[in-house]
């Protein structure tokens, strides 16, 4: 799970439950997630003659919800309701520990996937139109940068003609082509894509999401180093153990963040000097609000 178990927060800006599973929810596409309620999305319940047969029901649904505008723990919920362990019942609180690392796998990314992805980013998995692939000589060709994870991820999309396009990934070549009123890739049913500005969803996996990377803002990309502690969400700094010129060991605490009736512990990544605390107890920060700035050691 990104960020361990840490609730998110976020716009929904696409939430879809399967048919054939029960969801009782209280918000809907659109609404937002905030840090001042709990941040639970909806509960999804299935029923069956055995705990086999509604596990299998289960797992299936989870399969097919489709959110996309935060993170969601449903990579983690459908693998917990395949896990053979609980499927026979032997549920204790140890399970969850023993087992962490299957139960947050990250999933292999394919190919196929990340085609869809590069489709999505440049709208042409819309309904396809008369004009679209119109060309002289030359195929249409565009280029598109996603990020997945911690990964960009360099393609080439071509426009063949009306309904059919192909995205190069390296030495690879995938075929997308608009057949029976859908469109497939590789001759398989896309799984389905959201979009929002420049942040995409494929519903494959639970949801792998992707971010469309705007070559003019290439120069404003670099990631953030360790010297800064930042909000992981929005919340109300309750305590700063921090103070300027302490020298603090990687994994000291530094603060306190509340947020969504949970305290979360926020630790130094690395050794060093506290050189600004840029919160006070009591303030309220958004995600990402830079709290502390560490400089390096001075000489022993």
Same mark, same amino acid.
């Given at each position: 799970m990104p960020k361990g178990f840490l609730p998110a927060t976020g716009r929904l800006? +696409?939430? !879809?439950?399967?048919d054939g599973a029960r969801a009782d929810s209280g918000v809907r596409a659109g609404d937002e997630i905030s840090p001042w309620y709990d941040p639970m999305i909806a509960k999804l319940i299935v029923h069956g003659p055995t705990r086999d047969v509604a596990l299998k029901r289960l797992a299936r649904a989870l399969e097919r919800c489709e959110v996309a505008g935060t993170v969601t723990n449903l990579a983690f919920l459908g693998?917990?309701?395949? +896990?053979e362990g609980f499927a026979a019942?032997? !549920? *204790?609180t140890g399970l969850i520990a023993? *087992?962490? *690392?299957?139960l947050?796998?990250?999933p292999t990314l394919e190919t196929a996937v990340i085609a869809e992805a590069a489709l999505a980013a440049l709208g042409l998995l819309r309904q396809a139109d008369a004009l679209q692939g119109a060309h002289l000589w030359t195929p249409l060709r565009q280029h598109v940068r996603l990020v997945h994870g911690d990964t960009e991820i360099a393609a080439e999309v071509e426009v063949l003609s009306q309904g059919l396009r192909r995205v190069i990934l390296g030495d690879d070549a995938v075929t997308a082509? +608009? !057949?029976?009123g859908r469109w497939r890739i590789e001759g398989q049913p896309? +799984?389905?894509?959201a979009v929002s500005g420049r942040d995409i969803t494929v519903f494959a996996d639970y949801g792998q999401r992707f971010t469309h990377v705007d070559p003019l803002d290439r120069a404003q990309g670099a990631v953030g180093s360790s010297d800064l502690i930042e909000a992981p969400m929005p919340g109300l700094v309750r305590m700063v153990a921090a103070r300027v010129g302490d020298a603090v060991s990687q994994g000291d605490r530094l603060a306190i963040l509340e947020a969504m009736k949970m305290e979360h512990s926020l630790q130094a990544p690395r050794d060093?000097? !506290?050189a600004e605390v840029l919160v006070s107890e009591g303030d309220q920060v958004e995600a990402g609000a830079a709290l502390i700035r560490l400089e390096e050691g001075g000489d022993a």
């Open positions: 800006s +696409h939430l !879809v439950f399967p693998r917990l309701a395949r +896990h019942g032997q !549920v *204790d023993r *087992d962490i *690392d299957a947050t796998a990250i082509e +608009h !057949v029976g896309i +799984h389905g894509a060093g000097i !506290v």
